[in-house]
């Protein structure tokens, strides 16, 4: 008899910890929903003069993509979504410096993408740290510094110069004079439709390849510590058309377009 009811208590006093337990938890899920911020629509426009040709774009989560500017203004435009702090963003005076920011704090977020046509002649640097960098058909001295995003440049012109940790850097159909990449995990991809002055390519852990035309001499210095290399274009070393391409881990492959 003693023994039954002790079953007895002890069914009793496990169903009330967890009958406790999910109430509980209920309670902290319905507090978690009422305390979350809602989802809300954004969105920016805005149109700018410009005094001078620098143009500086900071960002930290923003995803950018940058075109050329049918006049002589910068036209800024950004849309997304976003909980708790509504994103920020900030023109100076003189239209030279753009920032674009989300907060993430007391369980905010945010989604945003940002479209920046810029005027002709203009010297573009770009600061960013997670979101992605598009340029369509950019023809500007262009720099862009990212952390994790990746890079993608279509069409571009003028000078390109991409640092970037963690991400990959796709660049087509370009017509730019001088390319600096420097990368650490990541893929690289030119292919260039002119044949560039200089190409530097310093990618630490991933695979480069370069495509590059054909009727042009270049003075190719291609190496990589434990990857595989592969030229498929006159390497002349009197050639004032310079090609360097480094790696400590990856592939290389240096091509004819």
């Not at 007391?106 to 002649?121: F, M």
């Not at 862009?144 to 159909?173: H, K, N, P, Y």
């Amino acid at each position: 008899m003693k023994k039954v009811l002790w079953r007895n208590i002890v069914a009793v006093s496990v169903a009330v910890v967890v009958v406790g337990t999910a109430g509980a938890a209920t309670t902290a899920a319905i507090a978690y929903g009422f305390t979350t911020p809602k989802m809300q629509s954004f969105d920016y426009t805005e149109d700018h003069a410009v005094s001078g040709n620098n143009l500086a774009f900071t960002t930290r989560f923003a995803h950018v993509t940058v075109s050329m500017s049918p006049d002589s203004d910068v036209h800024v435009r950004a849309d997304g979504s976003y909980r708790g702090d509504i994103p920020t963003v900030d023109i100076s005076d003189d239209g030279s410096k753009i920032a674009v920011e989300c907060s993430y704090r007391d369980r905010g977020s945010c989604d945003v993408d940002v479209e920046l046509r810029i005027p002709a002649g203009s010297i573009l640097d770009i600061n960013g740290m997670a979101g992605d960098v598009v340029l369509s058909n950019v023809d500007a001295q262009t720099s862009v510094t990212t952390a994790s995003g990746a890079v993608i440049a279509r069409g571009s012109a003028g000078t390109l110069d991409v640092t970037t940790r963690f991400g990959d850097v796709d660049i087509t159909d370009a017509a730019v004079s001088a390319i600096e990449v420097d990368t650490t995990f990541g893929q690289v991809v030119l292919d260039s439709r002119v044949p560039p002055d200089s190409v530097l390519v310093q990618n630490t852990m991933g695979d480069s390849t370069i495509q590059l035309p054909a009727a042009e001499f270049y003075d190719v210095d291609a190496s990589s510590e434990k990857g595989e290399v592969e030229t498929d274009v006159v390497d002349d070393p009197s050639s004032p058309r310079s090609v360097s391409i480094t790696s400590e881990e990856g592939q290389i492959s240096v091509q004819r377009r």
